[in-house]
């Protein structure tokens, strides 16, 4: 069995910046890549970033790109999204899931959700 627990949302004003951190549990995840998705009210669930199981392999959605950045502690295999310059369009709830692999759908690669987390950009 695998949990994967979030934290870090909140509330943050536009162009500010906010960490979520995601701390797997349970079964060893060694070779998985790891990953943030989010949700917004009334759309479906899209991709955000993933990094592979050594830290280097990056990916992110054109959306965040030079916004957010992903980074994965190869120790405790923490997954860190740091996002800056935020958007009322990023308020969302943020899932962290751990996927079979880097790819070009990585929605069905994912192997394990979290619960998600909400982050929420106002004045």
């Known amino acids: 069995q695998v949990q994967l627990a979030e934290s870090g949302g909140g509330l943050v004003q536009p162009g500010g910046s906010l960490e979520l951190s995601c701390a797997p549990s349970g079964r060893p995840l060694p070779s998985y890549a790891m990953g943030w998705f989010r949700q917004a009210p009334g759309k479906e669930r899209e991709f955000v970033a993933a990094?592979?199981?050594?830290?280097?392999?990056?990916e992110y959605a054109d959306s965040v790109k030079d916004r957010f950045t992903i980074s994965r502690g190869l120790g405790n295999g923490t997954v860190t999204l740091q996002m800056s310059s935020l958007l009322v369009e990023d308020t969302a709830v943020y899932y962290c899931a751990a996927l079979r692999g880097l790819g070009p759908m990585p929605q069905r690669a994912v192997a394990y959700w979290g619960q998600g987390v909400q982050v929420t950009v106002s004045q």
């Open positions: 990094v592979g199981w050594s830290g280097v392999a990056k």
